[in-house]
């Protein structure tokens, strides 16, 4: 009896086996990196993921006295202020898109709690490491920019917000 289930569930293995497919070829498997793509200036960008806190509407902002234009206010933001600043301004611009697409980009590192309005955010983006070129760039963040990535014939450069951080100018905000 024992050997009768054996040769059953061998007939059945070895029916279900001829009409069976095989598994499908293994894909290469590339190695990306999570960004968000933005906008300012009429220029797009992209920033890692893990340097962003957060994306949030611009909030309405308290007006600060004695401080340069490009700084905003402070919003309060679940109970945390947050100093606004406005990134075309710094940058020696204007703001090109319209207002209902403006978002704020929420950087919390080294200490610095900030937001930085930019014209539009396109969402998170999962660029190929491989397409990823040291080249520098010649937009409005220029000294911001650690290289870019290659997307669809474009190139998208790498913002780096360590670096804005670390900016002098940036951090001198009082009139």
Known sequence: MTKDIFAA??????RFGQSSYGLPAQK???ETRKLVGFSVLGDNYVMPLNELSEVLDVPECTKLPRV???VRGLANVR???LPIIDLADFLGGSQTG???DRRVLVLDMDGIYIGLIVDAVQGIKSLAVDRFKEARNNGPLV??????FSEENRDL???CAHKLIE???FLSVSV
């Open 167 to 169: 900016d002098g100018q």
């Open 68 to 70: 340069k234009s490009w």
């Open 98 to 100: 319209s207002v209902k």
């Open 143 to 148: 000294h911001f920019i650690d290289g870019s």
């Open 157 to 159: 450069p790498l913002f």
């Open 79 to 81: 109970g945390r202020l």
């Open 9 to 14: 569930i061998s007939n059945v293995v070895s």
């Open 28 to 30: 290469e498997i590339v």
